[in-house]
């Protein structure tokens, strides 16, 4: 999604470029930017979080050359389902941190004055401590978010402690980290024509004679280094509570036997539908489809297809069960709602519940069914046709998304 115009805000780079040695025996060889966590890589975490941040136009992910196309696509796929509201590209990056930075200084649009650069390994970033690095730069050319020292820190050489700093002049620094971007470019041209060799950025803004303003920094913004910070990816989110909606309506006429939440009424009138016209059960599927955030059943079978005419809808609910899922979705009480003038529900009301909760594989006792006429009132009160609605509450876990589980999967 590249940019059309030259940009006001900064960019920001995400920087998930590298190859983790530290981390690399505990992840089975996964680069640590590439865990997933709540179902969604590192790095996408600590860029939704820059992009709330209203501070940036947008944003680059620098990304191991091996992985890039992977990753872009996987990107496409978590942007249509995650939309973070800002352009963005994906560059290569380079063997080391420094060369990385410099590969995505390149690919800036044109006319960007600010830059942003935060590691991917802190997910656990906040858009406030952007937006603190991004008011810093208009009184700054180079802005580090730090820390205070708590622990006394000691030079060891040999094992033997030679010198205690004091620690009321240290800092622990951060990303994200602001600059001047042309400085930043000169700076990093500089390092690379003297060999030298920085761990971030402001660093060879320092080197480059460049004072750099420290703001406060955050205790949560904690980087993902070692074997034990994997703990803090832990999936402790608890499962969510979602509602679903759903409606539908079928008109009588010549057309498909009279069937409702899966039970065939006899002496009922026609439905004229493409499917079977299980109304109760379309508005089900509906409902259950709302909880996933999936649409609707018209978008998943269309009733231009040949393949679902006159199909059971208990065959699509299946299928409907099984994409949500998929999503993490785990269905817990239904309560649905019948309105017509003609047949009356009445007689077969408890049939129709309890085969929609054997549908469902939930107890009886968490499905309703309410049955009602509209007293005359109508196209249902002059016995034209019938409506449905639907009402599902389940519960959505929080680190599952089939697109998220899935980044390559085909779009429908």
């Not at 249509?80 to 649009?109: F, H, T, Y």
Request: glycine share 10%; net charge neutral; charged share 25%.
């Amino acid at each position: 999604m590249p940019a059309t115009q030259h940009s006001k805000k900064p960019w920001a780079l995400i920087m998930a470029a590298g190859r983790g040695v530290r981390l690399s025996a505990a992840t089975g060889g996964t680069y640590k930017q590439l865990l997933l966590w709540r179902g969604r890589p590192l790095y996408w975490h600590s860029a939704l979080a820059m992009s709330r941040s209203a501070a940036l136009d947008g944003l680059i992910f620098v990304f191991p050359p091996e992985c890039l196309v992977e990753e872009e696509q996987r990107l496409r796929k978590l942007h249509k389902n995650d939309d973070m509201g800002l352009p963005w590209i994906v560059a290569a990056g380079g063997e080391r941190r420094q060369d990385s930075v410099r590969c995505g200084l390149e690919a800036l649009p044109p006319g960007t004055r600010h830059v942003l650069i935060h590691d991917a390994a802190r997910p656990f970033v906040g858009p406030a401590l952007a937006r603190s690095v991004r008011d810093g730069l208009d009184r700054h050319d180079a802005v580090v978010p730090g820390l205070p020292i708590t622990d006394t820190v000691k030079t060891v050489e040999n094992s033997m402690i030679r010198a205690t700093l004091p620690r009321e002049h240290l800092v622990a620094v951060q990303t994200p980290q602001g600059f001047e971007a042309g400085l930043l470019r000169k700076a990093h041209a500089r390092a690379l024509e003297c060999g030298l060799t920085a761990t971030d950025d402001a660093a060879l803004m320092e080197a480059a004679g460049h004072d750099v303003l420290v703001v406060p920094g955050d205790p949560n913004n904690v980087k993902i280094t070692r074997a034990e910070d994997l703990a803090l990816l832990a999936d402790d989110a608890k499962p969510r509570p979602c509602v679903g909606m759903g409606y539908d309506v079928h008109r009588y006429g010549n057309g498909r036997p009279f069937i409702l939440g899966g039970v065939r009424i006899p002496g009922a009138p026609e439905v004229v539908a493409h499917s079977d016209g299980d109304a109760l059960l379309h508005a089900l599927m509906d409902a259950l489809l709302g909880c996933a955030g999936l649409g609707d059943i018209g978008q998943h079978f269309p009733d231009s297809d040949a393949r679902f005419e006159n199909i059971s809808s208990a065959v699509l609910l299946s299928e409907v069960l099984t994409l949500i899922r998929r999503a993490g979705i785990r269905p817990t009480h239904v309560d649905m709602n019948i309105v017509a003038q003609k047949p009356r529900i009445s007689p077969w009301r408890e049939e129709i519940r309890n085969n929609v909760a054997r549908l469902l594989n939930l107890p009886a006792g968490c499905v309703n069914l309410k049955a009602g006429t509209e007293e005359g009132l109508g196209f249902t009160g002059r016995g034209e046709g019938i409506k449905a609605g639907a009402i599902v509450c389940a519960f959505a876990e929080t680190s599952r998304h089939p697109d998220w589980e899935n980044p390559d999967r085909e779009e429908a």
